[in-house]
């Protein structure tokens, strides 16, 4: 804010980019209240063509200093752009994998390149590549040595499931996780589950042959989506009717494996049948400004546990949350995808942050992580 604030002491513009939508209504607020409504522009998938329109010719005009968006917004037609900045500059969103396909990220640096700008790239765990080269002094590296408000780093427990299943708890909810939640929902504190993988099963499969249900255009397995009774491509989206009978050997030995958030939510339901839930995944914020509904419906009205995806643990600001789960923890490590152990790191220490606010005497945050693996 101070370096955006110096960008337009000298009638500079200046680009802000966030990883996520559901990001955006928060930094908007936050630059709103400093800067005002009318030097903000906000650029994201999200918009209607309409509003798409009013944002362009918005700063095209001039009259917006501050541009705040999602990784399309490096494109804003600014004018006299005097900083580029780019927050949680690890995240893997800035890449665009549908055409036109770019990094937003280089693009930012050939623009400031060509155009003598500082682009700052901020993160708590940064792109290896970013960090190595910051090492090698290619690019300058500042290093914040505090936490915001003197914030202390919560407490860590990791949890083997392995050993759960030992003492024959086959709920995908630990003991010591199970205690923790049952502890907030008595303090009135608000919790937060995470699980990188939405849906009720994440495949579909034949136990008399082994067959596995999968998407005929990407060749993946088929999700199971309870709401909807039907199996879906989380790839290209596309759906077919749930399978009773094997098409390959004719048995009803049909079962469905693996977990996802919305049999997380059916088990929490389950379990803590009077506390209240919400659940944040592409399956629950496909509609306009959903997004924004749900994170002010969990912090407003005090709902007692989110469960979602990744969007739930970026960058968020919930000062009543003292506890974060994170079931299977260890699942994107077996991602296809050469950096799955740092994009693990990533999320992991992101998740442990997500709680911001001061230490109280004698109450503690807390991330609790669930795993088979680390």
Known sequence: MQLIDKALKENKSSILLVPEISLTPQTVNR??????????????SKLSVGERYDQWHKINEGKAKIIIGARSAIFAPVKDLGIVIIDEEHDSSYKSEMSPRYDAKEVARYICKNGNIPLVLGSATPDIDTYYKA??????????SKRANEAKL?????????LELAKGNKSMISTRLYEEIEKNLKEKKQTILYLNRRGFSTF????NCGYTVKCKNCNI????????????????GYEENIVKECPECGSNQIRYFGTGTQKLEYEINKIFPNASTIRMDV???SKKNSHEQVLEKFKNENI?????????????HFPNVTLVGVIAADGSLNIDDF?????????????????????????SNNTNIQSRQL
């Not at 088929?222 to 039907?230: A, G, M």
Request: aromatic share 6%; with cysteine; hydrophobic share 35%.
């Open 221 to 236: 397995n088929l999700t199971y989506h309870s709401n909807k009774n039907k199996l879906k491509c989380h790839y290209c």
């Open 339 to 363: 950096r799955a152990n740092e994009r693990t790191f990533q999320i992991l220490t992101q998740v442990a942050r997500t709680s911001r606010k001061r230490k109280r005497k004698g109450k």
């Open 304 to 316: 007692d546990i989110l469960i979602g995806t990744q969007m739930v643990v970026k960058g968020h």
């Open 154 to 162: 919560p407490d860590i427990d990791i949890i083997d499931l392995r």
């Open 31 to 44: 630059f709103i209240a400093r800067f005002g409504k009318e030097k903000i522009a906000v650029l994201h």
């Open 135 to 144: 090492k090698n002094e290619e690019i300058m590296l500042l290093e914040l």
């Open 204 to 207: 579909v499969m034949c136990r």
């Open 283 to 285: 399956d629950t914020v």
